[in-house]
């Protein structure tokens, strides 16, 4: 049985105590941003782009048994170090628990204003993308 | 600090800044430095006090009272279209309407304009430089009318291409909308040499000033346009203030564009007649503190003297040119021989967005995106740009840290 959505958002939480200092969580996000791996040239494509004022994302996902898997990319790479965080949490995960999934953990390690409306990066619409996909999928199967 | 050596401040500098209380607050504990005055520039005391004033002792509603708060009230906003009128040389002050700003200004000649003067086949001209609120409202304009939306060229350094401009004016162009200075790349473009070619062919003509306000010295009489629009907020002055002056013969000649209060002359079920200029194109009670905000504005700007403000901002942009210059894969884009205080620029190897992010964290406001003007960002191949813009209150010494903390981000982000 894999980790819950929880128990992962909580492994980020401890992982983030290490980088007390702002510049130090820039640099992991930016680490983690240039180790995500690519999203699947195929599926980089118009229908799957996600357009903020201030950087693009590109979102795909799939469903496997029971569980979604999403691979995803940015232009911008501490965006695509956030993107990092929201896969590793949601990955694999049965669509129910997306669906309900409340995200805290991005306030709790004080990465909160890049998933504010205003920042325009289109993070919020990836978070509204990824829960749309999960329901989707959920609404397939039932 | 290496490269160029930091000018001598200049000591008006220092009392245009004392003027602005925000400039003394802390950004995520470092001295503010402010540099996205192109969206918006900060406010000095003598603005706040305006407003301030006017709503402690002077508030009423304008021009139907006969009572005496009403009467100051309706002085206040006069002697506001006064002070504006002379603030870009206009000849009477039926020629100066109060709008919420440049967008507001534009919408309304769009509509108002179109209704009267653009027909099937039409052709309204802008150029590849404008913000979107010099792009939007013509599409749908020419949308309702079925006119044409003609788009002059911009070249490699962002200087307008004035020959492709000249060849797309004809007999069927009926309005040459073009901006003064642009936000996104601070070309400034020869707008009376534009107005005059467009005269040629009977076309009229729109500036929009939203970025020339804020370094005065505007003379509408010489530029010779139809309609000339601005915000006060990019000026010094409050948010919801800005003007759009319009030739009395040619305003005379255009319809009404929004209805109710204050544009009446009289009002029946069967008929209404519409109010004299400016009234005409001021439904509903205005908004009195912005104007009364806007005129201290002007006030504040010409007692400190427009030239003082151009010297202050081109020895910054010259500076900040310079030292920018210094950081490895940086380019500028926006490189026209005539330019104002606004450098946007990329980096190779890092995202816009991501230089503006860090550089926040060490207090430093900077634009990251596409400006508005996503179709020249098209045409340049970019994401977006960082975009640096100086008012009359920013230092050399801002220049360094903003220098020292976009090589920060470089460093992280490579």
Known sequence: MAASIQDREQEIIDEFEFFPEWMEKYEHLIELGKSLPLIDDRFKTDDNIIKGCQSRVWLHSEKNENLISYSADSDAVITKGIIALMIRVLNNQPPEDIVKAELGFIDQIGLKEHLSPTRSNGLVSMVKQMKFYALAHQAKEA | ?414
């Not at chain 2, 003509?205 to 010295?217: I, K, N």
């Not at chain 2, 992010?357 to 994401?383: E, N, S, W, Y």
């Open chain 2, 1 to 414: 600090m290496e490269g160029a050596t930091r000018p001598l401040d200049i000591p008006e500098n220092i009392s245009f800044i004392e003027a602005f209380p925000i400039l003394k607050r802390e950004v995520n504990g470092h001295k503010l430095v402010y540099f996205d005055n192109a969206a918006s520039s900060q406010k000095p005391r003598q603005v706040l006090d305006a407003i301030e004033e006017y709503y402690f002792k002077e508030h009423s509603n304008v021009h139907r009272g006969v009572h005496y708060l009403s009467q100051l009230a309706t002085d206040r906003y006069e002697s506001a279209r006064e002070r504006m009128r002379k603030f870009i040389n206009a000849k009477s002050t039926r020629e100066i309407i109060f709008t919420k700003g440049c967008t507001d200004g534009i919408n309304l000649v769009a509509a108002a304009f179109a209704k009267k003067h653009l027909h099937e086949g039409d052709e309204i001209l802008i150029t590849e430089m404008e913000h979107h609120s010099n792009i939007v409202p013509w599409q749908m304009a020419c949308d309702d009318k079925g006119g044409k939306l003609i788009v002059a060229n911009v070249l490699e350094d962002g200087s307008l291409d004035y020959k492709d401009l000249k060849s797309k004016l004809s007999d069927k162009t009926k309005l040459v909308s073009v901006v003064h200075i642009s936000n996104a790349l601070g070309t400034v473009n020869p707008v009376k040499k534009i107005v005059a070619q467009a005269k040629k062919f009977g076309a009229y003509t729109l500036v929009d000033g939203a970025q020339a306000a804020p370094h005065g010295g505007i003379d509408v009489k010489d530029i010779d346009c139809d309609f000339y629009v601005f915000s006060g907020h990019k000026m010094y002055g409050p948010t919801g203030s800005g003007i759009l002056y319009g030739k009395e013969s040619v305003l005379e000649g255009m319809p009404p564009y929004q209805g109710g209060g204050e544009m009446i002359k009289t009002v029946s079920f069967e008929k209404t007649t519409f109010n004299e200029l400016p009234f005409k194109y001021e439904a509903g009670t205005p908004n009195m503190a912005a104007a009364v905000g806007l005129a201290a504005a002007a006030d504040f700007m010409d007692d400190f003297g427009v030239g003082n403000i151009a010297q202050i901002e081109n020895g910054l942009l010259q500076y900040a040119t310079e030292r920018l210059l210094e950081i490895d894969g940086l380019k500028i884009i926006g490189t026209a021989p005539e330019k104002t205080s606004v450098i946007s620029f990329i980096v190779d190897g890092t995202h816009p967005s991501d230089i503006g992010a860090i550089i926040d964290k060490l207090g430093i406001a900077v634009r990251t995106g596409h400006h508005c003007t996503q179709p020249l960002m098209d045409k340049f191949g970019l994401p977006g740009t960082c975009r640096a813009s100086f008012a009359a209150y920013n230092t050399f010494e801002e220049i360094d840290s903003l220098v020292a903390g976009v090589k920060r981000a470089v460093k992280m982000l490579r």
